[in-house]
C-alpha cells in the first residue's frame, strides 16, 4: 500500500521560504507524476504543481515565480520550496500521486499546516 | 473564482439520491479533459472517489457515479448515509491556464 508523508517546519515567516519533503513508502516514486496541492483555511483546493519521476515539471501559472518541485529518486522523495510567503500562503499542503500528465490523485499525504507569521 | 463551477451546499435525507453539478468551459471539460472527483471528510485528505469521468476505484461502493456532457459533469449519489456526509471537489486539466483545476467543492448535508 503506497502512503505518502510530508514533513517540514510548521511556521515559517513572512518573505521567507516554505520547504517541504513527501517520503514516498510502499511503492516506487518512479512512473507516477507527483504533485504538491494546498487547501487554506476553510477553502477549496488549489493545485501548486507537479514533477515527474525523471524530473520534469510543471507549475500553477499563478504561482510559478514562486515554485521550485524538486525529486530525489534514490530517497524515494520529492519536495516543494515557496519561496517569498505571505499569510495568503497559510494553507494545508498535500503531497500527492498523480497518474497522468492530466491527473487525477489517487494517493494523498495527511497533510501538514504551515503558517506564515508576520 | 473557480474555474470549475460546484454548488456550495446541497442535502438529503438519508436513503434519497443527491446530484453534484461541476460547470465548466470550452478548455477544460468541453475540450474533452477527463474529469475527477473527491470526497473531503472532516479533517482528512481528500480520497479520490471517482476517475476518468466514470471510474469507480477499487473500494469505492456503487452508489457513487459520474457522468459528464458538454462543459458539465455531474456526481450521483444514490442510497444516502449519514457516513456520506463530506466535501466533494471535481477537478479536470484546462488548457487555457495550462493547469491542474479544482472546483470550489460542495458540502453535503445528510438531514
Known amino acids: 500500500q503506497v502512503q505518502l508523508q510530508e514533513s517540514g517546519p510548521g511556521l515559517v515567516k513572512a518573505s521567507e521560504t516554505l520547504s517541504l519533503t513527501c517520503t514516498v513508502s510502499?511503492?516506487?516514486?518512479?512512473?507516477?507524476?507527483w504533485s504538491w496541492i494546498r487547501q487554506s483555511p476553510g477553502k477549496g483546493l488549489e493545485w501548486i504543481g507537479y514533477?515527474?519521476?525523471?524530473?520534469?515539471?510543471k507549475y500553477n501559472p499563478s504561482l510559478k515565480s514562486r515554485v521550485t518541485i524538486s525529486v530525489d529518486t534514490s530517497k524515494n522523495q520529492f519536495s516543494l520550496k515557496l519561496s517569498s510567503v505571505t499569510a495568503a500562503d497559510t494553507a494545508v499542503y498535500y503531497c500527492?500521486?498523480?497518474?497522468?500528465?492530466?491527473?487525477?490523485?489517487?494517493?494523498w499525504g495527511q497533510g501538514t499546516l504551515v503558517t506564515v507569521s508576520s | 473564482q473557480s474555474v470549475l463551477t460546484q454548488p456550495p451546499s446541497v442535502s438529503g435525507a438519508p436513503g434519497q439520491r443527491v446530484t453534484i453539478s461541476c460547470t465548466g468551459s470550452?478548455?477544460?471539460?468541453?475540450?474533452?479533459?477527463?474529469v475527477h472527483w473527491y470526497q473531503q471528510l472532516p479533517g482528512t485528505a481528500p480520497k479520490l472517489l471517482i476517475y476518468?469521468?466514470?471510474n469507480r476505484p477499487s473500494g469505492v461502493p456503487d452508489r457513487f457515479s459520474g457522468s459528464k456532457s458538454g462543459t458539465s459533469a455531474s456526481l450521483a449519489i444514490t442510497g444516502l448515509q449519514a457516513e456520506d456526509e463530506a466535501d466533494y471537489y471535481c477537478?479536470?486539466?484546462?488548457?487555457?491556464?495550462?493547469?491542474?483545476?479544482f472546483g470550489g467543492g460542495t458540502k453535503l448535508t445528510v438531514l
Open positions: 500527492a500521486r498523480g497518474r497522468g500528465n492530466r491527473p487525477n490523485f489517487d494517493y
Open positions: 510502499g511503492g516506487s516514486i518512479s512512473s507516477y507524476y
Open positions: 477537478q479536470s486539466y484546462d488548457s487555457s491556464v495550462s493547469a491542474v483545476v
Open positions: 476518468g469521468n466514470n
Open positions: 514533477i515527474y519521476y525523471s524530473g520534469s515539471t
Open positions: 470550452s478548455s477544460n471539460i468541453g475540450a474533452g479533459y477527463d
